[in-house]
């Protein structure tokens, strides 16, 4: 008995656990995972249990359920991962937490990400999307749009943690950050020479790495406004500072939740457009008109333009719904607890389904169709629009990746032009959903008309 409730009057959710140990976690990776949501959900409805690796697991596919679980009775829950990704990131980045630690540092991290800090990054963005725009198009070859977002979006990353960085550091974090990368989505073992061990060796170099660069922040004793200088200076109400180890870990927390999540919807946005080329003209003509105004785009963008692209921004939120780069999320039963008369036991997982409910054609009419119009006159309904999850662990870092998206955007397209190079069509997970084979494509540079 908790509260005053008798839970053994409450039953499970409906559904099945397949077979036992492996339960359903084949007919989940056998299959386009939204397949197995969406026929779940048909079956079941919005609530329904299973068993995935190794765990019983409650999958939510409504607005009300998953806000429950992320926002009203989000302290009846926590975040939950598998411990060999844990060690790869740092124990103590923020997004493995609850309560006071997690609280703390994630007002840090909001602070260093709040437009008013990352408007000031808009001309070293800019620097960075142009002369990797360049770099592709002087290559004459074609490239993996993917691969080369993800550069763009780390490049980003260390920006607006550490502002500008030495060369030599930023190429001794990237090379070990790529090691750390493969190894996340690889087969944890112990076994020397593996992905997730180089992995593992890569991780405790950047903590050598992360720590130099520690030591010499200290040492000159600059305020410096970006994340790194929020770190240092915190101090909680006993006066404590944040240790090494959990500034390093929550760098490399911030570095992985900002890198394939922008990267991703970056290249469904170039996907999207590629495929619409009324679309990408209109999206064109708003842009070239703030490139007009820019003097031919001499002057560089302000905070105020990017916040005034109604219809790039339009195609940026339709990428979000449908790409769903995030299509779910995990957490974890800390008591027993009832919904809707459904018991959901004490460490039993739970899955709040944020594709499902952004391919809901209840919310979203037809859900299939890349229409960034359904975002024009009306607002989604309240917590049915989720790319940046909902509650105490939403992303921070929202504001930072769409304006990424959008200097990116402005840039390209107002001085670009680019054709996917592969027939191949579909989605590849990896885990998230990217377009096959990270969209190979080729871009070369717009001969401007002299006027
Ligand atoms: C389009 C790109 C992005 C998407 C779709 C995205 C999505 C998300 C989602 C859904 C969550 C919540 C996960 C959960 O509740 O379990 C999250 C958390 C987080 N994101 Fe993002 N994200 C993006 C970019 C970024 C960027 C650029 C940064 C930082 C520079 C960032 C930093 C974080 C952090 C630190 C958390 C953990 C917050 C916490 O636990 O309190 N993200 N993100």
């Known amino acids: 008995q908790k509260n005053g409730i008798h839970f053994k009057k409450f039953k499970l959710p409906p559904g099945s656990m397949g077979w036992p140990y492996v339960g359903e976690t084949l007919q989940l990776y056998s299959e386009d995972p939204n397949i197995f949501f969406v026929t779940k959900q048909k079956r079941y409805g919005e609530i329904f249990k299973t068993h995935i690796l190794g765990c019983p697991c409650v999958m939510l596919a409504s607005p009300e359920a998953a806000r429950f679980v992320l926002v009203t009775h989000a302290h009846l829950f926590k975040p939950t991962y598998p411990k060999s990704k844990e060690r790869l990131i740092g124990p103590h980045a923020l997004f493995f937490h609850r309560g006071g630690y997690h609280a703390r540092l994630r007002r840090l991290v909001q602070n260093s ?39 763009l979006s780390f490049d980003v990353g260390i920006l607006s943690i550490f502002g500008h960085m030495e060369r030599g550091f930023r190429e001794m974090l990237e090379e070990n950050y790529r090691k750390v990368d493969k190894g996340y989505n690889s087969f944890p073992t112990n076994i020397p020479g593996t992905a ?39 101090k909680d109400e006993n006066d404590k500072k944040l240790s090494d ?32 080329p009324q ?31 109604p219809l790039t921004h339009r195609v940026v939120m339709e990428s979000l719904r449908m790409a769903s780069i995030i299509s779910f999320t995990f957490r974890e039963a800390v008591v027993d607890v009832e919904y809707k008369g459904y018991l959901i036991p004490k460490g039993w997982k739970v899955m709040p389904l944020f594709r499902n409910i952004h391919h809901n054609p209840e919310f979203f009419p037809n859900p299939q ?13 309240a917590n049915t629009f989720m790319p940046f999850g909902n509650g105490v662990h939403a992303c921070p870092g929202n504001e930072l990746a769409k304006l990424e998206a959008l200097i990116l955007i402005h840039h390209l397209v107002t001085n670009f032009r680019w054709e996917v190079v592969s027939s191949k069509s579909g989605i590849q997970y990896g885990p998230f959903p990217v377009p096959q084979q990270g969209l190979p494509a080729r871009f070369w540079k717009e001969p401007k008309q002299s006027q």
Do not use: C
């Open 196 to 234: 997730y061990q180089q992995a593992i060796l890569a991780r405790k170099r950047l903590n050598r790495i992360l720590g130099e660069i520690i030591s010499s922040r200290k040492e000159k004793r600059l305020l410096e406004k970006d994340m790194l200088g929020h770190f240092l200076s915190f």
């Open 245 to 276: 180890e959990q500034i390093a870990d929550n760098i490399i927390g911030v570095l992985f939740a900002a890198q394939d999540t922008t990267a991703s919807v970056i290249t469904w946005v170039l996907k999207f457009l590629h495929d619409d």
């Open 113 to 151: 990400l709040a437009p008013q800090t990352i408007k000031k990054l808009i001309p070293d963005i800019q620097g960075i999307a142009v002369s990797t725009l360049e770099s592709w198009a002087a290559s004459g070859q074609g490239v993996n749009t993917f691969y080369e977002m993800k550069k």
């Open 369 to 381: 169709e890349f229409d960034p119009s359904r975002f024009e006159q009306v607002a989604p309904k």
């Open 279 to 309: 679309l990408l003209e209109a999206v064109k003509a708003e842009q070239m008109a703030i490139y007009d105004t820019n003097n031919g785009g001499k002057m560089p963008l302000t905070w105020e333009q990017t916040r005034s692209m």
